[in-house]
């Protein structure tokens, strides 16, 4: 099978990473294409992976309306030769369009229910879109909905092995760590909600600097009164990190997920709430949400005094664990009956 993999957020080189290459050794063609945004290409080089480069990503709404068949006629070209047999991707109306166009199969992944305008915009025209079975929306007849969250395609014990060795890189010693992600708002399904103002960034760094190291990951925004607690290793790292982190404080849904998967306390700072956030809330209790600030630093001061927070946080993780799939495992065996 020659199969199509389009990556356009560096999660997706997580999501898809060990499926491409579980189904190289099978013997499939795999072809990426990619778009440049946040570290996605850094990663994938990091990874060894090769790739056609469609271009970057546009900021601004009309820049990226103005692009969409840009990009759409990019991908055409840069697959035809591959004479692709499916196309993958997250949320990628690119790849459902041109393999439409191009009279192939699409199968997408999506978690994120409140991008409305991307559904419009693949769920035409690809073959199936795939969710877990907690998103919020009724896609119709093409919905294939799976017991799991994206982040266990990668972040499954049968998938991921902590390395303690980041923490010798990270030169945390033996004190308390914690992880912190904000983001830059212009991604489209960000529209309409927020995050921390920055005076309040400010007050929660400079607690947390107080009882323990403090790393932020970010999209290029840190104001440079912060600057100095950036992340400071290899992007692809980041989950050994979070793995042996004490606490996860961000604006990012994905890495509020990771945490959570990886039985690490997590705060999602958001307005925005969506399908796999809220039970991870609200059925494992693995993630606390909210964008008040005097509320998060209460409850980052209630997390800090438990002794025991990490130990009960992994306990609720085998729980989701016992309850939930290797994504990757179930990607596979879907893929390969649709010969």
């Not at 990503?57 to 692009?67: E, F, S, Y």
């Not at 035409?124 to 017991?147: A, E, H, M, N, W």
């Not at 600097?209 to 600057?227: N, Q, R, S, Y």
């Not at 729980?319 to 596979?332: A, E, F, N, P, S």
Request: proline fraction near 3%; charged fraction near 30%.
């Amino acid at each position: 099978m020659r199969i199509v993999v389009d990556i356009n957020h560096p999660g997706h080189v997580h999501f898809f990473k060990n499926l491409i290459w579980e189904m190289e050794k099978k013997g499939h063609e795999i072809m990426i294409t990619a778009t440049e945004k946040d570290v996605a290409i850094q990663l994938l080089d990091n990874y060894g992976f090769k790739y056609k480069l469609l271009g970057r990503n546009q900021k601004g709404l009309v820049r990226k309306i103005l692009g969409i068949s840009l990009f759409i006629y990019r991908m055409i070209k840069a697959t035809k030769a591959f004479k692709p047999d499916i196309f993958l991707g997250i949320a990628s109306y690119r790849a459902a369009q041109a393999a439409w166009l191009m009279g192939k199969k699409s199968y997408i992944f999506d978690d994120t229910e409140h991008a409305w305008g991307q559904i419009m915009m693949y769920l035409p025209f690809c073959t199936k879109v795939c969710t877990p079975s907690c998103f919020k929306r009724d896609l119709g007849k093409k919905q294939i909905r799976y017991k799991g969250y994206h982040e266990l395609a990668y972040l499954h014990p049968k998938r991921f092995n902590p390395d303690k060795k980041v923490l010798k890189e990270m030169k945390v010693g033996k004190r308390p760590y914690y992880l912190l992600r904000f983001v830059s708002w212009g991604a489209t399904h960000d529209i309409g909600h927020k995050g921390l103002s920055l005076e309040d960034k400010k007050r929660l760094v400079a607690f947390l600097a107080k009882h323990g190291e403090v790393f932020i990951t970010d999209e290029g925004i840190l104001p440079k009164e912060l600057k100095r607690y950036r992340y400071p290793i290899e992007p692809e790292k980041i989950h050994d990190a979070l793995y042996y982190a004490d606490l996860y404080i961000g604006e990012g849904g994905t890495m509020a997920s990771e945490a959570a998967v990886l039985g690490t306390p997590s705060i999602f700072i958001n307005t925005l709430h969506m399908g796999y956030t809220d039970e991870l809330n609200e059925r494992y209790n693995l993630v606390f949400q909210s964008t008040d600030g005097d509320e998060i630093i209460s409850k980052v001061k209630d997390l800090l005094a438990k002794n025991d927070l990490k130990k009960k946080s992994i306990g609720k993780r085998s729980k989701l664990l016992k309850d939930k799939i290797d994504l990757t495992g179930w990607m596979i065996e879907f893929i390969q009956e649709q010969k």
